[in-house]
């Protein structure tokens, strides 16, 4: 089957920073009549960082180091806020106004029990995924679902958190889901949200499995990818880039992977960027990316298939060394990555050399 996702979600990564780098961000929550809103949640997207305003309708998040934060706001009858932090050498204070939620009146498809259960189970395949650790996923309140349809499309919102409890990676996921959108014919799936990791309590038997799991997990991930393109370690990592010359299958790519150092810059002491928007070849081989290059004098060769492990991706996002990026919908991914959904993802926090 033919895989393709566009992913227009939050994921937000982590890597280790300088310790004396510590930032916090802080503000209020009012309605838009200026009064101050109480039991207000505010989260960091993709994170275990949550929190709510207090009866002065204050927050605060410390230790952060410097880096892109996406800031989420969410109370009931209101409709959720987002704002993008950059932090780079100071602490930042926001004041956020929420806006009165508009009811807005969908098609949403009425039938029988079985037509429902459908709808949940083609949701929880693409939103999901349909790997290892998606097939632990369970969602805890599916009755929050709301679904439409529009020709070959099922649509699905929700109206307050969606609740999936990851049994194999050891987290509960509050997922904010904006929109969702799979297409049966095209077989594309869009889907926009925010959401906030919570680890699950155990035995000491389930906290080693977990951390094995998560580990796995992250091996060869879009998080590990940026993490070791941010630290100029791509090739160390296992990764191997290649630039990709042709708009369609089969693919045109070039011989000699690309050195990490050619495909970002520095924009500060806190972000890198991209130094081309295009699509580019990604394969985590890490056999292969320890061997030297060999020209055997063509210059590209056709690919007809990607690798197992292979992907595509775009951007031209702002990265920072956690892999967070202050554009989520610049992002596209095809092949590997694409298949690795919310059951697959790690909080912020996660680092592979710590339990």
């Known amino acids: 089957m033919k895989f393709f996702l566009v992913l227009f979600t939050a994921i937000v990564f982590y890597t280790g920073v300088n310790a004396q780098d510590s930032f916090t961000i802080s503000g209020t929550v009012k309605n838009e009549k200026g009064e101050l809103l109480q039991a207000a949640t505010v989260f960091i997207a993709g994170t275990e960082k949550a929190t709510a305003t207090n009866d002065h309708g204050s927050f ?23 704002q993008n932090i950059i932090l780079t050498n100071k602490s930042e204070t926001v004041d956020i106004t929420l806006s009165l939620k508009t009811i807005v009146l969908n098609d949403v498809v009425i039938g029988n029990k079985s037509a429902r259960e459908k709808q949940i189970k083609t949701f929880e395949k693409y939103f999901l995924g349909q790997t290892i650790n998606s097939g632990y996923c369970k969602i805890l309140n599916p009755e929050i679902i709301e679904f439409s349809t529009s020709k070959s499309l099922l649509k699905a919102t929700t109206p307050d958190f969606l609740i999936i409890e990851n049994s194999r990676l050891g987290y509960r996921i509050k997922y904010l889901l904006k929109s969702f959108q799979y297409d049966y014919g095209k077989d594309v799936t869009n889907y926009d949200g925010d959401y906030i990791f919570e680890k699950l309590t155990g035995t000491p038997k389930q906290q080693s499995e977990w951390e094995k799991n998560r580990k796995e997990a992250y091996q060869g991930s879009l998080m590990h990818y940026l993490r070791s393109l941010y630290a100029r370690k791509t090739r ?60 055997n004098g063509e210059p590209n060769f056709v690919l007809n298939n990607l690798d197992a492990t292979g992907s595509i991706f775009m951007t031209d996002a702002k990265v ?24 697959d993802q790690l909080p912020f926090e996660y680092d592979p050399d710590k339990p």
């Open 236 to 295: 160390q990592e296992g990764f191997l880039v290649y630039k990709i010359l042709s708009q369609f299958f089969p693919l045109v790519i070039e011989t000699i992977p690309i050195p990490a150092d050619q495909l970002v810059r520095h924009s500060d002491s806190t972000l890198m960027t991209f130094k081309f928007k295009m699509r580019f070849y990604i394969l985590y081989d890490k056999k292969a990316a320890a061997k030297p290059d060999k020209y």
């Open 320 to 343: 920072d060394s956690r892999g967070s990026y202050t554009d989520y919908k610049e992002l596209l991914i095809q092949g590997f990555w694409g298949e690795k959904r919310v059951g």
């Open 60 to 82: 605060k998040f410390t230790g952060l180091s410097g880096g892109t934060y996406q800031l989420i706001v969410n109370m009931l009858g209101y409709t959720p806020t987002k």
